[in-house]
C-alpha cells in the first residue's frame, strides 16, 4: 500500500520508447573525459600524472574530504590531460582525459566473491566508499556517507527507489527487470551495513514488468546477511515521485523535516542503479566505471539502454549508436524535467548522467512567457507545497529577504510547476535565481 | 554539427494546457447558457451578446496599441470572455450602446488600467456591470419575460417581486421554472441547467475546482435557509434562493475567474464564503433584490489580503 503525497503533475511518459530494449553491452570509446567532481562536495584529487599508463577500474584521483568521491579509469590506456575541459553540469572542470591505447585489455579484472558473509559493517562502507559510488539517480551523493549516518541517528527504514518517475528515463527499469536478483544481494548489503529492519522497492505503476521481475527475484531468495523484511511496493504514477522527500512520504507516510535529510525520519533511499553499483562493488570488486543510461528522444535514430563507460562523450556515444535521424534541437543529460540542456556534443557522461536526450526541432516549442493569469496551478504542482507564483513575484521585484521566509530554499527545482504553468513562465529560473540570492 | 543547440533551464517539456485554450474552454462551457438565453428572449439578446465582445474586443486591441503591448494578444480569448461574461448580465432588451459602454469601462478601467490581463483586481465583467447598474439603473433593471409568456415585454424578476412582496410563493417561478429557465432574468443567468453543463465541463477538465462555486452555493443556501423565511429562522427556501438570479452563473464563471480568485484551495473556501454571506446580505437587507455581482466584486477587493493570510505551510514546515 503506498499513500499520497502532496502536488505532482502527469506529464506523457515516452518511456515505451525504450522500456522493452535490454541494456546493450558496454560501448568501449576511444577516449574518455573524467571530470574530478561528477559528485555532490569536495572534487578529488588526482593521483596520476601525465603520459601514465591506466587499467580499466584504476584509481586515478582520490576522495578529498568527507563528502567526495574517489575516481577511477573507465578505460585503459594513457593519461593525455589533465585540463579545463566542459562537462554537463559546469562549462569548465577539471578533468582527467584518458587515450585507450589498442593493446590494452578494456575488460574489468574483477575479484569475483560469493560469499560476503565474512565482511564486517566497516568493511562493506569503505569497499563501496572506494568504488567511488555515487547516487546514480541524478543527484551524485555519495553513498558511503548516506551510509554511515551519525550516532544517535537510527536507520529503520531503507527503500530502494525504483520510481524513475522522470519520463523518457528507462535504465532503472532494465536493471530491476533485467538484474532483479542483483538489486537484491546490493539490498541486503545496505541492510547489513544500516542494520535496517524494513525495505520497500518502490516501483511506479509505469513499470509493472519491473516489479513483476523483482517479485519473481524476491521469492526465490534467500536473505543471509541480514533479517529484513522487504516488500515491494507499487506506487501510483506521478512526477516527482522519485525524489527523497516524496518517495519516503509516499512509501512510510513520513515527513522529512524541511531543510532535514532522510535519517531524520530514520530512512534511507538509494536508487535502483546505485544498489546495483554496490552489489558490483562488493561482490565482482568493481569500482564505479560503468552504467547503464538511456538514449531516446525524437532525434535520435535508435533509442536504447545502453551501458557505457563513464567519461564517454555524448558525441561518440551518438556515432556509435546509430547516429541521429534529424538534426537536434536540443541535448539533455538527464531526463527531460530536471536535465541539463548541452550546447554541444563534445560533453563526457558522468556519474549521474541517467539518459540522453535528443530532442527534434518539432518537440522543442520552447513557448513564449505571458503573463501570470493566477490560476493556482502551480501551487497544485509543488511537492513542497511552496508557492511559485507568489516566490517569483518576489524574485522578480528582487525582494529576496521575503523569498527566504516564504521557503523558497525549499524548492529542489523538480519542474512540477513550470511544466503545469498555463503562461509557460520559467518558474524554475526564478527559484534557482531566488535560491542564488539568499 | 550545422545548427546551434537551443539550451534553457528545465523542464524542457511542457503541459499542453496554456492560457488560450483555459479561455476558450471558458468561452466554449458558456455557450449553452447564451444558446439558452437567445432561445428564451429572442434574438435581441444575440444582438446584445454580439455588440458586447465586439466592443471588447476592439477596446482591448485600441489600449494594446496605446500601450505599445502586442495587439496579437487578443486571441488570448480574454477579452472575448470578458465582453460575453458582460453581456450575460445584462437584461435583454437593452440599447445596444449600453453594452457598447459596459465593455469599453470593463476593458479600459476593470482591466487595463491596472496592468492588463493578470493584474487586475476587480473581474472586467462585474466591474463593467457595476458601472452600468449605478449608471443607468433604469435600464439596467427593465426586464423581459421570455418570449412565449403573455406579457413578454416587461416584468420583473423572480428575486424583484420577493423582495417587493416578501412572501416566497408570491414569487412568479416554480422552482423548475427556475431551473431551465422559465423566468425574466439576465440573458445568461436565466438557464440554470445550461449553465450547470458548462460548470460540469469545466470541473471535470480541471479549468475550475470545487471550492469557490461550492463554498459560495452552500453558503447561500445555508443562510437563506437559516434567516431568509417568513416564518422564523430555518424556514427559508434554500432552493429557491440557489436557483434564483445570477447565483449559478456568479458562482461558477464570475468567481472563479483566476485573476480575481484566491491562489489556494483554503483561500477558495474563505471566497466563496465570503461572496455566499454579502450575496445573502446583500439580498436580504440591502435596497437591490440581488447581490451576486457587488458580493464578487467586494471579494475580490479582500484577495490579496486572503492571499497573504493563507500562504500554505510548506511540506516537513517546522515552527520557528
Known sequence: MSYRFYGGVHPSGFKTLTNDRPVKKTFIPKKVVLPLSQHTGVPAEPVVGLGEMVKVGQLIAKQSGFISASLHASIGGKVSAIAYSPTPTHPRALSIKIEASDNENQEFQGQFRTDISAFSKDELIAAIRDAGIVGLGGAAFPTYVKLSPPKGKTIDTVIVNGAECEPYLTCDHRIMVEKSKEVLKGLEIITKILGAKEAYIAIEDNKLSAAYAMEQALKAFSFQLSASSVKIIILKTKYPQGAEKQIIKAVVNRTVPAGG??????????SVGTVFAIYEAIYLGKPLIERVVTLTGSAIKEPMNISVKIGTLISDLVSAAGGLKCEAAKVIAGGPMMGISQYMFDVPLLKGTSGVLFISDEDCREEPESVCIRCGACISACPMELVPTQLMYMVKNENFAEARDKGVANCYECGACAYDCPAKIPLVDYMKFGKAKI | MSKPLTVSIGPHIKSPRTTKKIMWAVTIALIPAGAAGVFIFGL??????????????????????????????IWDGSAILTGLLLAYNLPPGVPLWLPVAGSIFAIAIGKQVFGGLGHNIFNPALAGRAFLMVSWPIYMTTWRQPRWAVDAVSGATPLAIIKNSEFVGMANASLWDLFIGNRGGCIGEVCVVALLAGAIYLLVKGYITWHIPFAYVATVALTSWAFNGTAGVFTGDALFFVLAGGLALGAFFMATDYVTSPLNSK??????????VLTFIIRKFAGYPEGVCYSILIMNAFVPLIDRHTYPKWFGWIKK
Open chain 2, 267 to 276: 483561500g477558495r473556501i474563505i471566497f466563496g464564503v465570503g461572496c455566499g
Open chain 2, 44 to 73: 435581441d439578446a444575440l444582438r446584445v451578446i454580439l455588440v458586447s465582445i465586439f466592443a471588447a474586443v476592439a477596446t482591448e486591441a485600441i489600449i494594446l496599441k496605446m500601450r505599445k503591448k502586442d495587439v496579437a494578444a
Open chain 1, 261 to 270: 535529510l532522510p535519517m531524520d525520519v530514520g530512512c534511507v533511499v538509494q
